[in-house]
Nanobody, 125 residues
Framework: QVQLVESGGGSVQPGGPLRLSCIVS????????IGWFRQAPGKEREGVAA???????SYADSVKGRFTISQGNAKNILYLQMNSLEPEDTAMYYC???????????????????WGQGTQVTVSS
């Protein structure tokens, strides 16, 4: 079973960047679909971005053009580069993995069965 650990969260001013990391262990990263999700207080968990095991990526409309998934030089690390952050991006961010996810569920929490503990992102002036 794969294990996931997120890091890189923190406080940032509106318009600033932040890069989150997801370290994958216990299995080969490329065997999995990896998703980034976030959950703000009082709101449902929502999908932000996902990468399929062939490298194809998908993004929520709310973050397109601002967020980018990439793989680190160490192949067990996945990054979420977040630019032009807005107060509405404030949330706990999670990475998740599954051996296979249908296209319709790529950005849905129900598509994933392995979760990290999350890292907090706060965007505020």
């Amino acid at each position: 079973q794969v294990q996931l650990v997120e890091s890189g969260g923190g406080s940032v001013q509106p318009g600033g960047p932040l890069r989150l990391s997801c370290i994958v262990s216990g299995d080969t990263y490329s065997n999995y679909y990896i998703g980034w999700f976030r959950q703000a207080p009082g709101k449902e968990r929502e999908g932000v971005a996902a990468v399929e095991n062939d490298g194809s990526s998908s993004y929520a409309d709310s973050v397109k053009g601002r967020f980018t998934i990439s793989q680190g030089n160490a192949k067990n690390i996945l990054y979420l580069q977040m630019n032009s952050l807005e107060p509405e991006d404030t949330a706990m961010y999670y990475c998740a993995a599954a051996s296979w996810v249908p296209w319709s569920l790529l950005l849905k929490p129900i598509g994933y069965n392995n979760w990290g503990q999350g890292t907090q992102v706060t965007v505020s002036s």
